[in-house]
């Protein structure tokens, strides 16, 4: 078997603040994959990611990236090999498009001959070569976000850091991104994204890292983090709820909320063809099936669905000591 290589790792990493603390946390990012790092807000996502790109020195432990001691002095030489989105504020950027991302090539050590071709060529992607010549500071906040994807794609990375990439993009613009990465994924790329809501890019995933006040409470692949999808199937006219509920059961499918008035019902599903199940029932009965829809994964069921394999020290209350806010890492 092939032995698995890990490109990021962190041992016993603990970040200490006045108030706070996050860690200690070990993690290993095998190479090629796709890892979510979710966590409510202020739970340690920021802290994590911008130790893993150098960003933060300091702290406990040690952390290795594409082969680098990040505590080493050399460990910059890493970065050329990683592509980093985060939502820059370009507000007092007096610099155009094209003259800002060039300046931004020059950093990335990206060859002089080669710029302007890469700069033409994701510029023309993110639509934003006809605005080239524009101040960026004028942008909507969807161009904004767009440079700073851009941002992340210009040197051609291996690794890709991604802080909440869906943010202030519509649904055309995160189809597209998630047809990139899915094409990031066939190419062996290893992607780290850091959300609240991970409904976009969820079937992309293959880890996940589950952060919670500044601890790590799960780091596995989907099946172990034993997490479900729900769907909300709405009908045309009344049926037998029970009936339907045991059916289901019966294929080992949960079911949850009836809404008698719009005449819907929430139902669970591990994999995707488990949804058929519901069709099938309906189709069966002649009871015409008005719409689907895919509910979105949040904090709340990622929470749920890990409900059995910890328990909190301390409660929502808030009586816990703040400075060592623990939970029992269950791994
Ligand atoms: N520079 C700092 N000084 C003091 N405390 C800090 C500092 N940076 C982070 N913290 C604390 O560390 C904890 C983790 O913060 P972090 O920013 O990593 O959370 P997060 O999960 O990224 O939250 P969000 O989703 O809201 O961005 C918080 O309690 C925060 O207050």
Not at 183 to 188: A, P, Q, V
Request: contains cysteine; proline residues 2%; glycine residues 6%.
């Amino acid at each position: 078997m092939r032995r698995k290589e890990h490109i990021i790792t962190f041992k016993g990493f603990t970040k200490k603040f006045k108030n706070n603390v996050v860690g200690p946390i070990d993690l290993a990012i095998e190479q090629g994959k796709f890892v979510a790092l979710l966590g409510s807000s202020g739970s340690g996502k920021t802290v994590i990611l911008d130790s893993m790109m150098g960003l933060i020195k300091k702290y406990k432990g040690t952390i290795t990236f594409a082969g680098y001691n990040r505590k080493r002095a050399k460990s910059y030489k890493a970065n050329a090999s990683l592509g980093v989105y985060q939502q820059v504020d370009f507000s007092l950027e007096t610099l155009t498009c094209y003259d800002y991302l060039k300046m931004r090539c020059n950093y990335t050590g990206l060859k002089k001959e080669n710029q302007k071709e890469v700069l033409e060529f994701w510029m023309k992607y993110f639509d934003l070569w006809e605005s080239r010549k524009k101040r960026i500071q004028n942008f909507s906040l969807g161009m904004k976000n767009r440079v700073n994807l851009i941002l992340c794609f210009l040197n051609n990375p291996d690794i890709y850091i991604l802080d909440e990439p869906g943010a202030n993009l519509d649904s055309m613009w995160r189809n597209k991104i998630n047809n990139l990465f899915r094409e990031l994924k066939s190419l062996n790329k290893t992607l780290i994204v850091s959300s609240h809501n991970i409904n976009e890019i969820i079937d992309l995933i293959d880890n996940y890292i589950v952060v919670y006040n500044g601890s790590k409470i799960f780091e596995g692949s989907k099946e172990e983090l034993n997490i479900y999808t729900k769907y909300k199937i709405f009908l045309s006219e009344k049926f037998d709820v029970k009936e339907f509920r045991e059916f289901l059961d019966e294929k080992g499918i949960r079911t949850f909320k009836y809404d008698e008035e719009e005449i819907s019902i929430i139902f669970a599903t591990k994999n995707l063809l488990q949804i058929n199940w519901s069709f099938l029932y309906f189709i069966k009965k002649g009871i015409p099936i008005i719409n689907v829809t895919k509910l979105s994964v949040n904090m709340e069921s990622i929470h749920k669905a890990l409900e059995d394999q910890i328990s909190f020290l301390g409660d929502e209350t808030g009586e816990v000591n703040p400075r060592r806010k623990r939970v029992k890492i269950n791994k």
